[in-house]
C-alpha cells in the first residue's frame, strides 16, 4: 500500500460539506467516486479539515492510500479533474511516507473568514464572504483578537454537543486585514474544534458592532459555556487556506 | 413623466443577457418585473450596454421613465432589492433630465476583461474569468494594444452579422495589468460594437501566444473583415465596470 496526497481546492456552495454523508453531494464522496476509476480497489479519502456544508477550500489536503493506481502520482490531478465537477479541482499530488495522515500529521493549518462590509450586498461576493451593511470598530476586534491567541481552553467556541478529548488548542496567529470593502480574518492554529472558526468570528464581529468587549470575551473564555458566545457566522465567507506538515 | 436612472450590478451566468427575450431569463425582464410592482404603468428600461449571455456588470446605468412611482427615488435600491433575485442588485438611483437616456447620453463605457492563468483551472474564478493555461507575452500585447486606441473602423471586430450606421467608434484607452495570476485588460471607448471587446480580447490573446503580430492587426483593422480575426473569446471574463455621463 502507497500513501498518497492531494491538495484540492472547492467551492463549497454546491455541497453538504467534506465528509461523506449517504445521499447527500460531498467533496469526500466526490474524490472517492473519482478515484474509484482510477484504481482497481475502494479508496477511502481522508481531509486535514472536514469543512461544513458551504465552507470553501483554496489548499484542503487529502491523504489515501492504494495498492493500484492506474495512472502516475504526476499525473493524478489531471486525470481526477477529468472526472471531477468543475467546483472541485485536485492542483497538487505527492507520494508520502506510508504513516503519513492528512488530518492527524498537520502541524497547523490556517482559515480565512471574508466579509464585504458596503450599503449593498455585492453579488460576486454573496458566495464567498458575510455581507455587513454597517461600519465595524476594527482596530478594537484587532486588540481583541489578541486575548485568543495562544494556548486556550476554546470550550465557549465550540459547537455545543460535539465530543472531543479535549477542548485546548493552540491559536499561533489571528490576522485583521480591514483595507478595502472586502475584509479578512486569518486563523492559524494547531487545530480547530468543531465551528470554532464561525464562533470566533461570531464574537469577534460583535466586538465590532461594540455588543462585546474584552472583559466579556475572558469572562466567556473561563466559562466555557458556548451558550454564552455570539451567534455563529454564514459559512460562506470560510475558507481553507492551507495545511502545514513536518 | 419623470426620468430616473439605476446603477445595477449583475451576475451574468444564469442570464440569456441585458436585452428582454421571451421565454428566457434576462437583466432587462427581472428589472421590468420588479419595477412594475412599483409603479402604476407598464415600465420600460433602457441599458447602457447590452451585456450578451454570461456577461457580468459592476456598474451598468438603466433608465427609464414613469409618472407614477410608488417608492421615492432614494429608496428604490432597497425596494427594488426586495424583489429581485440575489444575482442582481440596484446600487443606486437618481432623477435625472427628461431628455436623459442610459445609452445615448453616455460619453464613454469601460469594460474589463478577466483572464486567470495557472496551470490548473481556479474554482473561484471560474465564472469570473477565463482561464488560460500557458503563459502568455503580456508586454507585446500591450505594445500591440496601442495599435487599437484612437478613432478607428473596428469593422473587423464587430460581430458578423450586425447591422449599425458606422463601424467607427473612439478607443480612448486599453489598459493592461498582468501581476499576479489574475490578469485584466481594460476598455474605454465612446461606444462598443456588438462582441467588439470579446474579439479584441482574442486578437490580443493570440499576439500573447505569438500567433499574431503588430503587422496583423494593422492588416485586419485595414481589411474590416472580421473572417481574418481571431476567435471570440468566452463571455464570463467580461465586466461592464463603469458608464460615464456629462
Known amino acids: 500500500m502507497d500513501t498518497y496526497c492531494l491538495k484540492v481546492q472547492y467551492e463549497g456552495t454546491a455541497y453538504s460539506g467534506f465528509q461523506i454523508q449517504p445521499d447527500q453531494p460531498t467533496i469526500q464522496g466526490k474524490l472517492e467516486e473519482a478515484l474509484a ?12 479539515g472536514r469543512t461544513d456544508a458551504g465552507v470553501h477550500s483554496e489548499g484542503q489536503i487529502v491523504s489515501f492510500r492504494s495498492s493500484g493506481l492506474t495512472v502516475p502520482t ?40 471574508q466579509i464585504y462590509q458596503g450599503p449593498f450586498p455585492n453579488v460576486f461576493w454573496r458566495r464567498y464572504a458575510l455581507w455587513e451593511r454597517n461600519d465595524l470598530n476594527w482596530p478594537e ?28 488548542r493552540s491559536m499561533h496567529q489571528i490576522e485583521l486585514d480591514w483595507e478595502g470593502p472586502l475584509k479578512t480574518i486569518r486563523f492559524t492554529a494547531d487545530g480547530f474544534l468543531y465551528k470554532m472558526v464561525r ?12 455588543k462585546v468587549g474584552a472583559k466579556d470575551i475572558e469572562a466567556l473564555l473561563a466559562s466555557g459555556d458556548r451558550r454564552l458566545g455570539s451567534a455563529t457566522v454564514a459559512p460562506q465567507g470560510l475558507f481553507l487556506e492551507s495545511v502545514r506538515y513536518a
Chains 1, 2 share one sequence.
Not at 37 to 48: C, D, F, N, Q, S
Not at 88 to 110: D, P, W, Y
Open 199 to 210: 464562533n470566533l468570528v461570531g464574537t469577534l464581529l460583535d466586538v465590532g458592532r461594540c
Open 37 to 48: 476509476k482510477l484504481a482497481t480497489e475502494r479508496i477511502r479519502v481522508v481531509g486535514a
Open 74 to 113: 504526476a499525473k493524478l490531478p489531471y486525470a481526477l479533474n477529468r472526472l471531477l465537477p468543475g467546483d472541485i479541482r485536485v492542483v497538487g499530488s505527492e507520494r508520502r511516507a506510508k504513516n503519513f495522515h492528512a488530518q492527524r500529521s498537520a502541524l497547523e493549518k490556517t482559515y480565512r473568514y
Open 141 to 168: 476586534m484587532e486588540r481583541c483578537s489578541r486575548l485568543l491567541v495562544g494556548t486556550l481552553d476554546f470550550a465557549a467556541f465550540a459547537a455545543s454537543g460535539s465530543s472531543v478529548k479535549t477542548t485546548v
